[in-house]
Protein backbone atom coordinates (compact mmCIF):
# COMPACT_ATOMS: atom_id res chain seq x y z
CA UNK A 1 0.00 0.00 0.00
CA UNK A 2 1.15 3.26 -0.96
CA UNK A 3 0.41 6.33 1.14
CA UNK A 4 0.21 9.73 0.38
CA UNK A 5 0.52 12.59 3.16
CA UNK A 6 -1.85 15.53 2.86
CA UNK A 7 -0.30 18.75 2.74
CA UNK A 8 2.82 19.78 5.76
CA UNK A 9 2.58 16.67 6.60
CA UNK A 10 5.31 13.83 6.48
CA UNK A 11 5.31 10.13 6.66
CA UNK A 12 7.99 8.48 9.31
CA UNK A 13 9.01 5.51 9.56
CA UNK A 14 10.07 5.75 13.41
CA UNK A 15 13.25 4.43 14.89
CA UNK A 16 13.51 2.51 18.12
CA UNK A 17 16.03 3.51 20.36
CA UNK A 18 19.30 1.37 20.51
CA UNK A 19 18.68 -1.71 23.04
CA UNK A 20 23.35 -1.90 23.61
CA UNK A 21 25.72 0.71 22.97
CA UNK A 22 29.01 0.40 20.84
CA UNK A 23 30.39 -0.35 23.97
CA UNK A 24 28.12 -3.62 24.61
CA UNK A 25 26.29 -1.93 27.48
CA UNK A 26 22.50 -2.87 27.58
CA UNK A 27 20.30 0.23 27.82
CA UNK A 28 16.68 -0.94 28.68
CA UNK A 29 13.70 0.51 26.94
CA UNK A 30 10.40 1.81 28.63
CA UNK A 31 7.59 -0.12 26.99
CA UNK A 32 5.18 3.21 26.64
CA UNK A 33 8.65 5.40 25.36
CA UNK A 34 7.41 7.16 22.37
CA UNK A 35 9.99 7.05 19.27
CA UNK A 36 11.42 10.40 18.69
CA UNK A 37 13.66 9.81 15.49
CA UNK A 38 12.39 8.03 12.37
CA UNK A 39 13.21 7.98 8.83
CA UNK A 40 11.64 10.24 5.91
CA UNK A 41 9.64 7.56 4.06
CA UNK A 42 7.05 10.29 1.70
CA UNK A 43 6.78 13.95 2.20
CA UNK A 44 3.63 16.24 1.39
CA UNK A 45 3.28 18.76 -0.41
CA UNK A 46 3.83 22.58 1.44
CA UNK A 47 0.58 24.67 1.19
CA UNK A 48 2.89 27.57 1.20
CA UNK A 49 5.06 27.28 -1.43
CA UNK A 50 8.23 26.43 0.51
CA UNK A 51 10.67 23.85 0.31
CA UNK A 52 9.30 21.22 2.69
CA UNK A 53 12.22 21.10 5.91
CA UNK A 54 13.17 17.53 4.74
CA UNK A 55 13.18 14.88 1.69
CA UNK A 56 12.18 10.95 1.42
CA UNK A 57 15.45 9.18 3.21
CA UNK A 58 16.35 11.59 5.81
CA UNK A 59 16.68 11.24 9.19
CA UNK A 60 14.90 12.91 11.48
CA UNK A 61 14.23 14.37 15.49
CA UNK A 62 10.36 14.78 16.42
CA UNK A 63 8.54 16.54 19.07
CA UNK A 64 8.09 13.85 21.33
CA UNK A 65 3.84 13.54 20.99
CA UNK A 66 3.53 15.34 17.74
CA UNK A 67 2.61 12.14 15.96
CA UNK A 68 -0.52 10.64 14.47
CA UNK A 69 0.08 6.75 14.21
CA UNK A 70 -0.77 4.98 11.62
CA UNK A 71 -0.67 0.93 11.64
CA UNK A 72 -0.06 -0.52 7.79
CA UNK A 73 0.62 -4.42 7.21
CA UNK A 74 1.97 -5.16 10.63
CA UNK A 75 4.39 -2.01 10.49
CA UNK A 76 3.95 1.72 12.28
CA UNK A 77 4.42 4.83 11.23
CA UNK A 78 3.87 8.59 11.69
CA UNK A 79 2.32 11.56 9.61
CA UNK A 80 4.36 14.59 11.25
CA UNK A 81 3.62 18.05 10.13
CA UNK A 82 6.33 19.80 8.92
CA UNK A 83 6.25 22.61 11.90
CA UNK A 84 6.84 19.56 14.00
CA UNK A 85 10.32 18.45 13.23
CA UNK A 86 13.03 20.27 14.81
CA UNK A 87 16.25 18.56 12.76
CA UNK A 88 17.54 16.50 10.63
CA UNK A 89 20.40 14.04 11.74
CA UNK A 90 23.13 12.36 9.42
CA UNK A 91 25.58 9.22 10.57
CA UNK A 92 28.83 10.33 12.01
CA UNK A 93 31.84 8.10 11.25
Known amino acids: MKIHPSNNYVLVEPKEAQDVTKSGIYIPKPTDEVPQMGKVIEVGKSEDDKLPPCKIGDSVVFKKYSTNELKVEDKTF ?8 LAITEETK
Open 78 to 85: FLIEFKEI
